[in-house]
T-cell receptor, first 114, second 109 residues
């Protein structure tokens, strides 16, 4: 079956702009999590959605937001981009997001903010 | 703050076993221990997970201490393709997931 897909794969924006990233989970998976990966901070959890509701949230400012649709596809939005938002944004899906649930990661979206 | 502590890097010879340690002294009763690895230029991939008992799968084995405050990922016969960053994380439904910096594993031919 198809894996987790993320679009776009690469994105270049300028400071102050906003961006929307998309994630399509594996068919049947209802939990979608988003992560930010930078060389300095490593992999940091942004938020998790399950059945269109945000269930867990990391320590990121309100400029970072997300949503999940009824088909489990998810989007994350970053408003008023800053240089420090340049990162690889990874999406992961799992069946229902329980502790025992395996996460399947997508290839990521590489965002560069100039 | 990371809930797990791992060595920054480790080295191993090809075709030898590798034991990657992880400390998680504040683990709660509902936390599952998961290991993921990230190969260069790829997203992380699942390796193995467990709750209390030791676990084996085709990729690796997971040894969990009796008090659950530490665990060890065992690669039985390392190959060059196992060179990656290995992350030990605690996962439960009701809490955010925190990845630490992981252990960068180098395999020497």
């Amino acid at each position: 079956k198809a894996g987790v897909t993320q679009t776009p794969r690469y994105l270049i924006k300028t400071r102050g702009q906003q961006v929307t990233l998309s994630c399509s989970p594996i068919s049947g998976h209802r939990s979608v999590s988003w992560y930010q990966q930078t060389p300095g901070q490593g992999l940091q959890f942004l938020f998790e959605y399950f059945s269109e509701t945000q269930r867990n949230k990391g320590n990121f400012p309100g400029r970072f937001s997300g949503r999940q649709f009824s088909n489990s596809r998810s989007e994350m939005n970053v408003s008023t981009l800053e240089l420090g938002d340049s990162a690889l944004y990874l999406c992961a899906s799992s069946l229902i997001g329980e502790g025992w649930d395996e996460q399947f990661f997508g290839p990521g979206t590489r965002l560069t903010v100039l | 703050d990371a809930k797990t502590t791992q060595p920054n890097s480790m080295e191993s010879n090809e075709e030898e076993p590798v034991h990657l340690p992880c400390n998680h002294s504040t683990i709660s009763g509902t936390d599952y221990i998961h290991w993921y690895r990230q190969l260069p230029s790829q997203g992380p991939e699942y390796v193995i997970h467990g709750l209390t008992s030791n676990v084996n799968n085709r990729m690796a084995s997971l040894a969990i201490a009796e008090d659950r405050k530490s665990s060890t990922l065992i690669l039985h016969r390392a190959t060059l393709r196992d060179a990656a960053v290995y992350y030990c994380i605690l996962q439960n439904r009701d809490d955010k997931i925190i990845f630490g910096k992981g252990t960068r594993l180098h395999i020497l031919p």
